[in-house]
């Protein structure tokens, strides 16, 4: 897939797709359809969404990083029956 960029003053950037499979392009132009967008608009739609995912997964693994260092820096635990079971008998 070839993309070609060009900046636009409102921070816009135009992108040509060049090599879509047939399939691809059915599924789209028949989405876009359904949802009453044009074909470009449909594809925007589909790009923010997905760069809302990729942002969201990148969040994810960092907080899943930090939080596995976290765990690390509390050392091992004691097993916590005994206290339970304390607490019971009060």
């Known amino acids: 897939m070839h993309w070609a960029l060009k900046w636009f003053q409102n921070g816009s950037v135009n992108i040509t797709l060049k ?4 399939s691809t392009y059915r599924i789209m132009k028949r ?3 359904k949802n009453r967008r044009s074909l470009n608009a449909e594809m925007i739609q589909v790009l923010e969404t997905e760069a809302i ?3 969201r997964r990148r969040s994810f693994a960092a907080l899943r990083k930090e939080l596995d260092r976290f ?3 509390l050392g091992p635990m ?3 029956a005994p206290l339970i079971r304390k607490d ?3």
């Open 31 to 33: 989405e876009a359809k």
């Open 78 to 80: 004691d097993d916590s």
């Open 19 to 22: 090599n879509v499979p047939e």
């Open 53 to 55: 995912e990729a942002e």
């Open 88 to 90: 019971r008998e009060r």
């Open 71 to 73: 765990a690390a820096s």
